[in-house]
């Protein structure tokens, strides 16, 4: 082969791999965060199901409403506080919680083998 033909080679070669392992990072990535989708919002509240897939992360986040939340599947799940305190819990399908306007969020990863979702109302 001549010089040419294998720089050539070589580039193609390069260029297949950088785009697939492009492509594999942004799949692990969407992968990862929460699925979350709105299924009502008006003046006084906002639903929204969010799913999250084994391994999917909620980053931390200050609550801006006062949230009830709907656990539509089992979940098993890590949280992380802003103290870097770490917890292991589980909740019940129909297993209903209360969160207060300006309560931090903490980091919260599915650590089951399965996705869950669940159901936020969000006051306004």
Known sequence: MSKRTLIIFGTAIFLVGLST??????WKRSAETPHVKTLLDNQRVTVTE??????????????????????????DYETTDTANKKLVKHRAAGEIIWHNKGE???????IGKKPYRNLV???K
């Open 121 to 123: 109302v969000a006051l």
């Open 21 to 26: 392992g492009l492509a594999l990072a942004n």
């Open 50 to 75: 969010v799913t999250m897939a084994p391994g999917a992360r909620r980053e931390p986040y200050v609550r801006p409403t006062d949230q009830i939340i709907v656990f539509i599947d089992d979940a």
């Open 104 to 110: 931090d969020g903490p980091l919260l990863i599915n």
